[in-house]
């Protein structure tokens, strides 16, 4: 291979010395102002699962969930029984009150037929 650009010289374009120190201002600003925006909002943390779960005949099924929460919030979770095929054989809202404490509660949904597990599908704040 010749030395090509000895014979044709190159022409490459030197990074402006001032677009690094750019671009880490930049992200610095974003950063500092997602964690100021995150840490002024109001929502309260709180967080659930599915501890346990019993079938207990072709047409019931019991959830048991624990509830974590940073405020005392009411919630109302919402819980699906699935059959073996994934279908959704029933479905409860579940009312959890207010509570400065975790706590764990049980719901009974009623099903269409057998089910195979309980799902969490959401908690939200009343």
Do not use: N
């Not at 930049?26 to 964690?35: K, L, M, S």
């Not at 269409?112 to 009343?126: G, H, I, K, Q």
């Amino acid at each position: 291979m010749t030395d090509l650009d000895a014979r044709y010289g190159r022409h490459r374009r030197p990074t402006p010395k001032w677009l690094w120190p750019l671009v880490a201002t930049i992200g610095i600003t974003i950063g500092v102002a997602w964690a100021a925006w995150a840490s002024w909002t109001d929502v309260p943390v709180h967080q659930a699962r599915v501890h346990s779960y019993e079938v207990v005949d072709e047409r019931t099924t019991k959830v048991d969930l624990e509830i974590f929460r940073d405020e005392p919030v009411a919630l109302s979770c919402r819980v699906f029984a699935q059959s073996q095929d994934k279908v959704v054989v029933g479905e409860k809202t579940i009312e959890v009150p207010a509570s400065d404490r975790d706590v764990r509660v049980v719901g009974e949904i009623r099903t269409e037929r057998r089910a195979v597990t309980a799902v969490l599908d959401s908690c939200e704040p009343v």
